[in-house]
Structure formats: C-alpha cells, structure tokens
C-alpha cells in the first residue's frame, strides 16, 4: 500500500494526494466480498473477522466490541490530553433479496443484500485506518483517530448505542461518517448543517372487538372500519397538535384483518413507521401518537393494543465539524465537488453519537456520472460506482490531517 504523492498545506498539515492503484483495486475487492456476503445486524461475525484480519496485517490492534460483531481500532495512542476524532461505519446488510441479476459480486446469501451501501461505508474507514495508520508510521499523524465499525444500524434503535455502552466514545472529542446517496454523482458529496435525517420510530398496533355477521354490524365492533379509521385519522390528528414546521408523520406500512368477506374480524393489526423533523417534537411524539389511537379506536368501539418502538432521533450536524468536512472535501478536490443537500426523511442511529459529541455526517456521491437509471437505497438493484471509496478515503484522511493541525 502506498500513496502517489503529498501535498504540503499551511500549519504543517500534510495531506496524501491521490491513492495508488494498488490500495483503490485493494479496497474494491474488500467491498465486494462484503458484498457477496451480507450479514444482518448483530449477526456480522465473518464482515467483522475480515475487518479485524486486514487491520492487525496493517500492525494495529483492533478490539471487538463486546456485543459480539462491530470493532474499534485507534490509530496512534491516546494520551488523555486532547481528544481524538472519530470515523464510524456501520457494517450490517438488509433482509432483502440482491436483484442484481448481472453483477458478478451480487450476493450469495439467499434474501440478504447490501444495499444501504454499508459495504461501501466499511471500505472508506477501513482505507482511511490504513492510510493513516502508514501517515502514522511516518510521524506524519499529529494525532490519534479513532475507527469505529458499528453494528447493527438497520436494527431499531440502533447498533450504536451498544456500542456507546461498549465505551467507544471515551477520548472521542469528534465524529465523522459518510452515507451513499445515489442522486449524487461520485467525485462529489452533499453537505448540509443542522439535521440532515430525520427521526424515525416503529408503530405496532393491535385493534380487537367481538367480531360478528356483516348484517348485523351494529350489534358488534366493525374492527375493519375501525382500523381504516385509524389509518386516516390519525395522521391528520397528529399533524394538528404539533406546529407542521416539525414534519411530524405517522405512515402505515401493513394493515391486516379477516378472513372472510362476511365475518367481521375479533382482531386487526397495523404497523407503520413515525417520522420527525424536529428533535422537540420527536421527545413529544410517543403521548401525542398514542392518544390519537386510542381517542380513533375508542370512537369505534375497538380495544387497542399499542406498541410504540422508539427508534432514533435527527442526524443534527455540527456547523464547526460540517466546516471540517468541507474544508477537507474542497482542498482534495475543488469547491465544486461540495453540493448542498436536502434533510432526508431517512433515520440513521449515528444519531445517537451526536447526542454525545459533536459531528456531521456528509452524503457521499455514489451514482456513476452521467448515469440515467433511478436507483435507490433499500431496493435490491442498488450499487454503488465504486470511485466513491476512494472519494471517502481521501475526505476522511484528509479532514483527520486537518483537523490534528488546527
């Protein structure tokens, strides 16, 4: 593994210029067996035995958490004075089939599939660990950063507070992270300060009556208008009793009940997911969700049954560490390669760092350009250009180099 060149900055930073074939060719195949072997949350024993393997082959000294899967590794050692930066990943796939039916790489693993771009994520930290930890070597690290692959991101409410409980913050001062966004061409990312994503929780309802003939639907509970009444009114009450610049929305995602089609059921159920703007309206939203229900499904004469699964709040960036990222972005590569991006409606456990220490996470740019195919993430076609890890590479090196200067 080497670096091509260096670039000298002012306050004798040093920044490694552009990777070698070697490493980029290195990580792209790093990737792409994660790829092909995609393992769900709290389940990543063989991703984190290849991360621990490629890291202790570089001379560090990995630890795995005590959950089971997900590491961190400092690069340099901490002497308890000034705090380290940190650069998470989250290295967990999703319950869903790759339908990438061409792709030599596609998943192997029956109904699992990377296609939040975790894989990609992993390579960036992985390739900024060991072009630092080379930087390191050369006394050219000012000081120690620290490598946190994390768990268990798409597992409610988050792999990372395991992790935070597994002490991964100690002597962590800042984070970073980067997360793919295929409506931005690789070679850039989206920036933005304040939240970025959103809050998201998980609703479980149970509506039950005593069921009965559809001719006689007075004598009874008619559970199934029951449950259509909560699927429309409860959003529009909910939209009403906190100010709409919140963005609070409960959205359903499953409805079942009945058998018959002229039986009124005993027994109905609803899941969905709420969703929130604002982190003070996000700490309301369990008491407001929940009366809603009940005041719909008394009305009906139904008995609910409510399961309100807290997830996890707003990715907020900080001004001072989003600063960072563009800063090191721009100097590696120009002012145009920094867009601003909308707050996403997505919810991402770094979230619950940041409740801790100041960060930002940056969208990275995965969509190949020029590319005209509409791809998204959580859909089994999603891939990524993979030119991206070197972009993340170089930003998460380069802003660790800037920020030990400052």
């Not at 004469?301 to 090191?328: F, H």
């Amino acid at each position: 593994m080497s670096l091509e060149s260096e670039v000298d900055l002012p306050g004798e930073a040093v920044l490694p210029g552009v990777l070698s074939e070697e490493l980029h060719a290195e990580l792209v195949l790093f990737r792409r067996d994660l790829h092909m072997h995609p393992e769900l949350g709290n389940q990543e024993f063989r991703t984190t035995a290849a991360i621990k393997e490629r890291l202790e082959r570089a001379g560090l000294k990995p630890r795995v958490l005590a959950v089971g899967t997900g590491l961190v590794c400092d690069i340099g050692e901490w002497d308890g004075g000034r705090p380290m930066l940190a650069l998470r990943a989250d290295i967990d796939g999703l319950p869903i089939p790759d339908m990438k039916t061409e792709c030599a790489y596609r998943s192997t693993v029956p109904d699992r599939a990377h296609a939040c771009g975790h894989d990609v994520h992993t390579a960036v930290v992985l390739g900024a660990g060991l072009v630092l930890a080379e930087l390191e070597k050369k006394g050219l690290l000012p000081r120690p950063v620290r490598l946190i692959f994390q768990p268990a991101e798409e597992v409610l409410p988050g792999g990372a507070a395991d992790a935070i409980d597994c002490g991964v913050l100690e002597g962590v001062g800042k984070m970073l992270a980067v997360h793919c966004d295929p409506r931005v061409d690789a070679g850039r990312i989206g920036l933005r300060t304040g939240a970025i994503t959103s809050a998201c929780d998980r609703l479980e309802i149970a509506l039950d009556g005593p069921g009965g003939h559809t001719a006689r639907p007075h004598l009874t509970t008619d559970l199934v208008t029951a449950a259509a009444r909560v699927v429309t009114d409860v959003p529009a009450i909910v939209g009403r009793r906190v100010d709409t610049r919140a963005g609070l929305a409960v959205t359903w995602g499953r409805i079942e009940s009945g058998h018959a089609p002229n039986v009124i059921p005993q027994h109905a159920e609803l899941s969905g997911t709420v969703r929130c703007l604002d982190i003070d309206a996000w700490r309301q939203a369990p008491d407001i969700v929940v009366a809603a229900i009940d005041e719909v499904a008394n009305l009906h004469g139904a008995k609910s049954e409510i399961n309100y699964v807290r997830g996890v709040p707003p990715v907020v960036n900080d001004a001072d560490v989003t600063e960072l990222i563009r800063e090191a972005m721009t100097t590696r590569r120009g002012t145009d390669s920094v867009e601003s991006t909308e707050q996403s409606l997505g919810g991402e456990d770094f979230s619950w760092y940041l409740q801790h220490v100041p960060g930002a996470m940056a969208r990275l740019g995965v969509r190949t350009p020029g590319e005209r195919t509409v791809r998204d993430l959580h859909q089994g076609d999603f891939d990524a250009d993979e030119s991206a890890i070197t972009v993340g590479v170089e930003l998460f090196t380069a802003a660790a180099l800037l920020d030990a200067a400052q």
